[in-house]
């Protein structure tokens, strides 16, 4: 069992029976029967209930959750010929300096080297180079893809269940 710190109408906080330190009016703990009460949860003086959540505000908060994993697998790195290599926008910008460099028929602007996510310089000649730009271009596309994909399925859902089960960490591209 858990006990609940309310605060008026709302839960603040949750914490195991007993664990529960004095605190001043108007807050107070109250023992919850759910153990799946969470902070926000709604208190109406008897009974701890989730907060009532709209479709719209589900389905942006699913949409956000997606948003932040693609994130986490750009901030990841991309994983090519067994070393990672940073693609956050401030690396993709050099990255696609680089690009435009080949594409005008000049060698690595970079001297023959590449710095990897864990801090080592990699050393590629122009055909090494032009394989992690494509690696990386291609990679990002399909996370852009994958991530498309889950915002026009929820988007699609109808009920705020739908939304709760759908799945987001489905379909997402192989960082290899």
């Known amino acids: 069992m858990k006990s609940a710190l309310v605060d008026g109408t709302k839960v603040v ?8 330190p004095p ?7 109250v023992t919850c029967s759910d153990d ?12 701890i209930t ?34 990672s290599f940073q693609i956050r926008a401030e690396d993709r910008e050099n990255l696609l300096g680089a690009a435009v460099q080949f594409a005008r028929g000049k ?19 122009d055909a090494a180079m032009g394989a992690l730009l494509d690696s990386v271009f291609a990679y990002l596309r399909d996370l852009r893809r994958q991530f498309t994909v889950h915002k026009e399925a929820i988007r699609a859902l109808t009920t705020v269940n739908d939304v709760n089960a759908y ?6 591209p192989a960082n290899t």
């Not at 970079?110 to 801090?119: M, P, Q, T």
């Open 50 to 83: 989730a907060p009532v959540v709209s479709l719209s505000d589900a389905k942006i908060s699913k949409i956000h959750a997606a948003i932040n994993l693609m994130n986490e697998k750009i901030a990841t790195g991309r994983l090519h010929n067994g070393k």
């Open 36 to 47: 799946a009460v969470q902070p926000g949860w709604a208190f109406d003086g008897t009974n």
């Open 13 to 20: 906080e949750v914490r195991t029976l007993g664990d529960t």
């Open 167 to 172: 799945d987001i960490t489905a379909g997402w």
């Open 107 to 125: 060698t690595n602007p970079h001297a023959g080297k590449w710095r990897a996510l864990d801090n080592t310089e990699v050393v590629m000649d």
């Open 23 to 29: 605190v001043a009016p108007p807050l107070k703990w």
